[in-house]
Structure formats: C-alpha cells, structure tokens
C-alpha cells in the first residue's frame, strides 16, 4: 500500500493542531485589569480574589489599582501584575480637580514612591473618563510627561484610561506622544471605550508601542446595569459574538490586544459572569493563533510573565 507523503504531512499537522489547541472555555486567561488597592476606602480581599481566580482559571491577574498586596504576590508570585498610582492620581483630583492633574507638585514623591514599592508598572491613570469623577488632563501633560519620561528609561508600561471622544482628543497628538516614548507600553484601557475600531487600528498602524485591553465593553452574565451592559466590542446581539469590525481589528493585529474585568464599582460579585462571557463571546468565536494570544500570550509578552 502507497502513501501519499503530503496527505501525511497534512493530516499530521493537523493533529497536531487540534491536539494543542486549547478549549476557550477552560484555557488560562490573564487578566490585566483586575483592581488591587492599597486604599482603605477601595480594599479588596486578596483570599476571595484568589478563590475567584482559581475557580476560572485565571492565572495572571492585575495590571491596575495600587497592587502592592503581599497576600496576591506571596500566592502568584510573578504572575501577579502589580500597578501603582491610581490612588494617589485619584486622590489629587478630588482635593484639586483638573488643573490639579497637572501641577507637578502634587505628585513631587510619585517616582520615589513607585521605586520603593514592589510594582511592575502603573496604572489605572484616568486621563479622560466621564460619569462619577469625570477627570480630563492633557495626554501630554507636565505629570504625565514626568512619568512617560521615567518610564522610558525603565522600559516600563502604562495603563491608561481615555474615553475616546471624536469632538475633543486630537487623535495625531495622541499617537505623536506614544511615538515620543518607544520605549514605554502604552496599554489602553477598555481599548479606549469605543465602538469604533477604526480608531485603535489606527493608533496599531501607527505605533508599535501601544497595545489594549477590551474589560467592561461587553455585557455580563445575568446582570442588567446600564453602566456596565453595554456591546461596544462584544455580545449577545452579535451573531459571532464579536462586533464585525473588532473581530476583524484582532484578526489583523492578534498582538496588541488583551483581555480584562474591572470589577471596580460594584462588580466585584459578578467575576464568574463575566469571565463565562469573555470565553463565550470573545475566545469562542477566536480561531487560533489569535484566540490564545488574546486570552494570555500577549499579557505575557507585553507585561514580562512567566508562563
């Protein structure tokens, strides 16, 4: 009996294939935005956190909030994202306001104080956020420029949170100031709250220092809250799960994006559904090699991880 060596070869490839792909229902995920706060007011409990990571098999988790908590490091070791700064960011605009955002003095021992912490980077830095504690500062403001600065020199990362609006962001100044700081990973949270992937496809063709995460852009499981119901980039209401021009967004760059909670402001119970939707919704309808690098491989890379 003859063998045909091609058939061979392909039929071994893809059993290959199908033998390594992972089940996006029970494959590892990281999530890069899970809040972690040293602030008393926003104290998270570090042992049910752990449970609920376990439970969905979460296995790298962070990425925003003051995420000094020896409890996550001690059990995730370096799988755990530590951020600094949103606190003391937060707790400037509230004393001061906008123009405060900007005032170097009130952030005179952010540097010394990020140094002398155990922290991989920082963030969650709302620099353009509506609804409660609505901030607005320049994307190339005096602080931000300080820390973009420091960064650089570190090769260290960013997350951001900038609500996109067409009316008021100057999409070149934004993309000039990643571009100013090749060095520094730019990670924008929520992927910058906008149904419009042109903008972020944009943002990728242009830099190659800028990456985002799609938390509270899609519904959670069995929970009606108009805060956080929405379908910007994934949901029910799409018949592949994924909004047409994000899936093909990830599809053309499987490398910049990544997958988040943000189970601030109340969402803290409902971890379970909304991790049941990133895998339902999001990584079902992901063919490999995109699926995993979305679920886990980016986060990796981009955040220096052990796998």
């Excluded at 123009?99 to 021992?109: H, K, M, Q, T």
């Excluded at 420029?145 to 960064?151: G, H, R, V």
């Excluded at 909304?274 to 079902?284: A, D």
Aim: hydrophobic share 35%; net charge neutral; proline share 4%.
């Amino acid at each position: 009996m003859k063998f045909n060596s091609k058939v061979v070869f392909v039929s071994y490839l893809l059993i290959s294939f199908f033998s390594i792909a992972e089940d996006p229902m029970t494959m590892p995920i990281a999530d890069v935005h899970l809040h972690v706060y040293d602030c008393k007011k926003a104290y998270i409990n570090p042992n049910d956190m752990l449970e609920k990571l376990e439970r969905n098999n979460v296995k790298w988790a962070g990425g925003v909030g003051d995420g000094g908590n020896k409890i996550l490091r001690e059990k995730l070791g370096d799988r755990y994202i530590s951020a600094f700064g949103q606190c003391d960011w937060t707790g400037v605009f509230v004393k001061g306001g906008n123009e405060a955002l900007e005032d170097l003095s009130n952030f005179s021992n952010f540097i010394s104080n990020f140094e002398d912490g155990d922290f991989n980077g920082v963030g969650e830095i709302h620099t353009k956020s509506y609804g409660r504690l609505a901030r607005s500062t320049p994307i190339d403001g005096p602080v931000l420029t300080k820390i973009y600065e420091y960064l650089n020199e570190k090769n260290g990362w960013i997350q951001m949170h900038r609500s996109y609006d067409p009316k008021s962001e100057n999409l070149k100044k934004m993309i000039s100031t990643f571009k100013k700081y090749p060095n520094v990973k730019f990670i924008l949270s929520h992927c910058l709250g906008t149904k419009k992937a042109g903008i972020l496809r944009k943002i990728f063709e242009n830099t190659d220092n800028t990456f985002c995460e799609i938390s509270a852009e899609g519904p959670i499981k069995g929970v009606e809250v108009r805060v956080r119901d929405r379908e910007n980039i994934y949901g029910y209401q799409f018949n592949s799960g994924i909004r047409k021009n994000w899936k093909q967004l990830m599809n053309d760059y499987p490398d910049r994006i990544m997958l988040g909670t943000d189970t601030c402001c109340n969402m803290e119970d409902h971890y379970d559904g909304i991790i049941e939707n990133l895998r339902k919704l999001v990584l079902s309808n992901l063919e490999e090699p995109t699926r995993s690098k979305i679920a886990y491989k980016n986060a990796l890379k981009i955040f220096n991880l052990p796998e």
